[in-house]
């Protein structure tokens, strides 16, 4: 059959994030996706022609369900197998075969293990994030109508109390003004207009190392690791610089004691991420942003409630910045994941590119 021919007819398959591979009955590879190619290491036209089985640590799995599929004893098949790339470890991955419309022609579809459990770990974030979004509306305007009214109480209360009671009413203002600034930062996202533009991320990542220096002038290293042949994209700056700021800034409570010490180290890094999937959608680029310190690491107790509103891993915090910076990253249609351990704890945040 004509190569171009199969290329144009299977096309659609380069869209998925999914390893897709097209195969006769004996397993010579008809066509293979970009997901396939980027997975294994090999340009699409080594993968082509070749044996599928080859790309297996186990071939005869894949040689019994061919089988199988070919005498039509299975509509669809599924099992488990590790897939082998080029110069790299092998990775385990479901295997999905299904028979095509045509004759002696099959689809293979791997998912890999870990990837799924990614997948899965980011539409719990999306969901999580969406839900914290609505929470923290409904529970701010339910907490500010009567936080104005126990103020104002209490202004004319102390208008007719002795002036030794008055310390008592002095109080319920005080915690009522408190109260009232945790409520404007939890709406400030959603009040704010979202102000597009061309952003520059150095430009952001050198404003917030430039505020963190400023309030940590001694012990702290900032480490700028760039790729400068990242585009400009459109974003709200301020937006951007006030998640990287948030996240930097619990990074450097983090990190009191060594700064203390004399090596603190937080590291800006920039990457192109080249067919990136992320909140089940795949990206041909995307914004690579991570932001590294080697404090002592997300303390187990918090660790998939970091994003969580009002969670802090420190005394006296309060557990808003990190909510409010995957807020604004999602405003991007970006996410912020976390990989930490004791050391070295990475904030990665991924944006769509243009």
């Known amino acids: 059959m004509n190569k171009s021919f199969l290329t144009q007819r299977f096309a659609s398959f380069d869209l998925l994030a999914t390893l897709v591979a097209v195969v006769r009955g004996d397993g010579t590879v008809l066509f293979a996706n970009a997901a396939l190619e980027d997975a294994v290491g090999s340009s699409r036209r080594m993968i082509e022609g070749a044996s599928f089985l080859n790309y297996f640590t186990e071939p005869h799995l894949l ?39 045509a004759p002696d022609e099959f689809v293979v579809e791997l998912l890999p293990l870990e990837a799924q459990a990614r997948q899965d770990r980011e539409e719990r974030l999306i969901d999580q994030a969406q839900a914290n979004k609505e929470l923290i509306r409904n529970l701010a305007h339910e ?33 009522a003004d408190r109260l009232q600034t945790l409520v404007d930062r939890l709406l400030a996202p959603h009040r704010r207009p979202h102000v597009v533009g061309d952003v520059n ?18 012990g702290l290293r900032v480490v700028r690791d760039y790729d400068t042949s990242i585009p400009e994209f459109r974003g709200d700056r301020e937006q951007l610089i006030q998640a990287v700021l948030n996240i930097a800034h619990n990074a450097c409570q983090a990190l009191t004691d060594r700064i203390a010490a004399g090596d603190a180290q937080l590291t800006f890094k920039t990457r192109i991420g ?10 041909r680029l995307a914004l690579d942003l991570h932001v590294i310190d080697n404090g002592p690491g997300v303390p187990d107790a918090i ?52």
């Open 143 to 175: 907490i500010k109508n009567p936080l104005g009214g126990i103020r104002g109480a209490a202004q004319l209360l102390e208008m007719d109390i002795d002036a030794q009671l008055k310390e008592y009413t002095r109080v319920i203002i005080h915690e």
């Open 63 to 101: 040689r019994t369900a061919l089988d199988g599929a070919r005498v039509n004893e299975y509509a669809a098949l599924r099992y488990d197998a590790r897939l082998v790339r080029h110069a790299a470890d092998a990775i385990p991955v479901h295997v999905v075969l299904a028979q095509t419309e």
């Open 274 to 283: 080249r067919q990136v999937t992320f909140g089940k959608q795949r990206y």
């Open 303 to 354: 660790k998939d409630r970091i994003f969580f509103p009002l969670v802090s891993g420190r005394e006296g915090g309060s557990g808003l910045g990190l909510t409010l910076a995957q807020t604004f990253v999602q405003q991007h249609h970006g996410l912020i994941e976390c990989d930490s351990v004791p050391g070295r704890t990475d904030f990665k945040i991924l944006i769509p590119l243009p």
């Open 201 to 218: 991320i150095h430009e952001v990542c050198e404003r917030v190392r430039s505020l963190i220096l400023a309030e940590f002038p001694r």
